[in-house]
T-cell receptor, first 112, second 117 residues
Framework: GDSVTQMEGPVTLSEEAFLTINCTYTATGYPSLFWYVQYPGEGLQLLLKATKADDKGSNKGFEATYRKETTSFHLEKGSVQVSDSAVYFCALSRWGNNRLAFGKGNQVVVIP | DADVTQTPRNRITKTGKRIMLECSQTKGHDRMYWYRQDPGLGLRLIYYSFDVKDINKGEISDGYSVSRQAQAKFSLSLESAIPNQTALYFC????????????????FGPGTRLTVL
């Protein structure tokens, strides 16, 4: 079945550091890929998306490129801020399949 | 006003009690979902509904039931709550994918934190 794997463990980094969160997926066909973010005390909100191979999703300084050859959709940001502290979820959706499959999420803590 | 609302936001209850969590949306979406979030496990789908007459089980439906009272309302019930149902519960909605928007973007409510003692 469809599945999403995120790197283990929380991520702690200093302000202005470079952030990478790894995400790989298993799915048949050509899924759409998403990153959702959950700020403290809030629900999930869509951060960015990519719907076909080689697409790059971007928003708020975050980027992720849909790599079909490596089945990956890694999230990156060049210079994080304290306000980026949140939990980040990678997810996929297949056309004709009505569900989102989520990874387990990564807690990101940015310290001043 | 928020597009997807959940009530209550927090609830503490005792083992064996019946609990209902409610979700309302103003987005006009046909599809609605209930998830639970547990630390280290991500989000797991409990039930989903494509319209008022359509209800489907998700990954972890045992111990839960749902009711789709109207397009805008989708309730989750715990018939007899147990401590391992302590979790954060989210409602979400989505529109129907089509050829121009083939992906299933979901919009989430703020969550209900449920504690079963």
């Amino acid at each position: 079945g469809d599945s999403v794997t995120q790197m283990e463990g929380p991520v702690t980094l200093s302000e202005e550091a470079f952030l990478t969160i790894n995400c790989t997926y298993t799915a048949t066909g050509y899924p759409s890929l998403f990153w959702y973010v959950q700020y403290p005390g809030e629900g999930l909100q869509l951060l960015l998306k990519a719907t076909k191979a080689d697409d790059k999703g971007s928003n708020k300084g975050f980027e992720a490129t849909y790599r079909k050859e490596t089945t990956s959709f890694h999230l990156e940001k060049g210079s994080v801020q304290v306000s980026d502290s949140a939990v980040y979820f990678c997810a996929l959706s297949r056309w004709g399949n009505n569900r989102l499959a989520f990874g387990k999420g990564n807690q990101v803590v940015v310290i001043p | 006003d928020a597009d997807v609302t959940q009530t209550p936001r927090n609830r503490i209850t005792k083992t064996g009690k019946r609990i209902m969590l409610e979700c309302s949306q103003t987005k006009g979406h046909d599809r609605m979902y209930w998830y639970r979030q547990d630390p280290g496990l991500g989000l797991r789908l409990i039930y989903y509904s494509f319209d008022v007459k359509d209800i489907n089980k998700g990954e972890i439906s045992d111990g839960y039931s749902v009711s789709r009272q109207a397009q805008a309302k989708f309730s989750l019930s715990l018939e007899s709550a147990i401590p391992n149902q302590t979790a954060l519960y989210f409602c979400a909605t989505s529109d129907l994918p089509d050829s121009s928007t083939p992906y299933n973007e979901q919009f989430f409510g703020p969550g209900t934190r449920l504690t079963v003692l």
